[in-house]
């Protein structure tokens, strides 16, 4: 006959039994009922999260989504000087996604990748873009066919809860993908 461990002190236990004492089956017991209360606790904090997520506002979904996205311009940007000063970029200056067309007057180039790339924050938000020195560095950056698109792209777009979920799972994706590739120097 084969004599099998203790769960607990690991010596020899009794037969038919999974411990070797009783001071052994209540500790076991103990460790059970934690168990269960983890478990259990990690189901509530579940639920809780199903619930937030049903409480938010579409402007809280257009509010993740544009993190992700802003994520996933600074990586794809990373290195690149400054789209409206030219300043060169350094881990010191903190830096923004700029938007050429800015997201409360043209809703519908929001989360448009033509429209966003990384500008210091005195430019930013300081200057508010500097769009004079932003449009020739854009026109280099990017090319005139595109920029004359942005000029002439539809104003307004309602986007639904739906798409904002999606592009923020996509460019959480893309974001961790750019970053890999990124040069550190």
């Given at each position: 006959m084969i004599s099998k461990k203790c769960k607990i002190c690991r010596k020899p236990n009794r037969p038919f039994r999974t411990t070797c004492s009783i001071e052994?089956?209540?500790?076991?017991?103990?460790?059970?009922?934690?168990?269960?209360?983890?478990?259990?606790?990690?189901?509530?904090?579940?639920?809780?999260?199903?619930?937030?997520?049903?409480?938010?506002?579409?402007?809280?979904?257009?509010?993740?989504?544009?993190?992700?996205?802003?994520?996933?311009?600074?990586w794809r940007d990373w290195?690149?000087?400054?789209?409206?000063?030219?300043?060169?970029?350094?881990?010191?200056?903190?830096?923004?996604?700029?938007?050429?067309?800015?997201?409360?007057?043209?809703?519908?180039?929001?989360?448009?990748?033509?429209?966003?790339?990384m500008a210091c924050v005195r430019c930013n938000m300081q200057l508010s873009g500097n769009i004079a020195e932003y449009y020739p560095r854009l026109i280099e950056r990017i090319g005139a066919e595109k920029v004359e698109y942005l000029h002439n792209a539809p104003r307004t777009k309602r986007f639904s809860i739906d798409y904002l979920i999606r592009l923020k799972e996509v460019f959480t994706k893309k974001a961790k993908r750019q970053e890999k590739r990124a040069v550190w120097f």
């Open positions: 052994c089956e209540a500790e076991l017991g103990l460790r059970l009922l934690e168990k269960a209360k983890r478990a259990e606790a990690k189901q509530v904090r579940a639920v809780d999260k199903v619930r937030k997520e049903k409480l938010k506002k579409p402007i809280e979904y257009a509010n993740d989504a544009q993190k992700a996205v802003n994520l996933y311009v600074k290195g690149k000087p400054c789209v409206s000063c030219g300043t060169p970029h350094r881990f010191d200056v903190k830096r923004d996604a700029s938007h050429l067309k800015s997201r409360g007057s043209n809703s519908a180039l929001r989360f448009h990748l033509w429209n966003l790339h």
